[in-house]
Nanobody, 124 residues
Framework: VQLQASGGGLVQTGDSLKLSCAAS??????MAWFRQAPGKEREFVAA????????YYVDSVKGRFTISRDNAKNTVYLQMNSLRREDTAVYYC????????????????????WGQGTLVTVSS
């Protein structure tokens, strides 16, 4: 099982960036993005539950970030628009074999599989 995250980089405030997470090895029911800013704990960003196509976002990214899925490529994306300096972090993709319930989608322990991080740096 492998989750391969990519797409990070250095951008300026207000720019857009699209992260990708390619999954292989088994089928998943929910995939998510977390991030960890320098000196802070890892936090939930967004999740996509495949069965009913439900999406969930942390309040700070609602309206700016969009999580989506390409079924054929078994890849989940995180489109990030109107980036802010506080979005600077290492972004991790995570996956669960089942559909994560609404009360648990933001918990790290809900996801058994993790990819390596991809660094997003937003400068002013």
């Amino acid at each position: 099982v492998q989750l391969q995250a990519s797409g990070g980089g250095l951008v300026q405030t207000g720019d857009s960036l699209k992260l990708s997470c390619a999954a292989s090895g088994r089928a998943f029911g929910t995939m998510a993005w977390f991030r960890q800013a320098p000196g802070k704990e890892r936090e939930f960003v967004a999740a996509y539950r495949f069965g009913d196509r439900k999406t969930y976002y942390v309040d700070s990214v609602k309206g700016r970030f969009t999580i989506s899925r390409d079924n054929a490529k078994n890849t989940v994306y995180l489109q990030m628009n109107s980036l802010r300096r506080e979005d600077t972090a290492v972004y991790y993709c995570a996956a669960s074999t089942g559909g994560v319930i609404m009360s648990s989608y933001g918990l790290e322990q809900s996801y058994s599989y993790w990819g390596q991080g991809t660094l997003v740096t937003v400068s002013s």
